[in-house]
């Protein structure tokens, strides 16, 4: 009888530990509270245009998106891309020229926007502020999702 009290209790222990883990799983629009962001410690800080971002740790070993959370506690994500619009033609020689050097340029001629991806997140905010300052017509952004797109 003890066995099987043991066995009952430990297979509840299994799942509310599995469970655990799955509930902690990050996606963008979720709302962390204060003691779930603490236990980070202390994350980088980034001011784009007014906006204080916070980045989080990597949740996944090689993932290329930038896990961010806003000054509600609200988690996004970033792809490390910056995208320019309404930029002179020879736009993408300015970005491969300005520093940091993006990992990859890609410009699309239907719609006049260029994207440039760089390594890591604070590469991308770097390049942002540059490509403002070399780019002062041009409309540059830097891209960051607070919720997951749902099909209609």
């Not at 996944?60 to 000054?71: E, N």
């Not at 890591?120 to 540059?140: G, H, I, N, Y």
């Amino acid at each position: 009888m003890k066995q099987n009290y043991r066995r009952y209790f430990g297979l509840i222990g299994l799942s509310l530990a599995l469970a655990g883990n799955a509930a902690f799983a990050l996606a963008p629009g979720q709302k962390l509270s204060k003691s779930q962001i603490a236990e980070w410690g202390a994350l980088p800080v980034y001011d784009i245009d007014g906006n204080r971002i916070r980045v989080i740790p990597p949740q996944y070993a090689g993932s290329q998106d930038t896990l961010l959370l806003d000054a509600q506690g609200v988690v996004g994500k970033s792809a490390n891309e910056v995208m320019v619009s309404n930029a002179p033609a020879d736009v993408q020689a300015v970005i491969e020229q300005t520093q940091p050097r993006p990992v990859s340029v890609k410009r699309y001629e239907a719609t006049g926007i260029t994207v440039s991806t760089y390594a890591d997140f604070a590469q991308a905010v770097e390049a942002l502020r540059a490509l403002k300052a070399a780019l002062p017509t041009a409309k540059v952004g830097l891209p960051v999702t607070f919720a997951e797109p749902r099909p209609y």
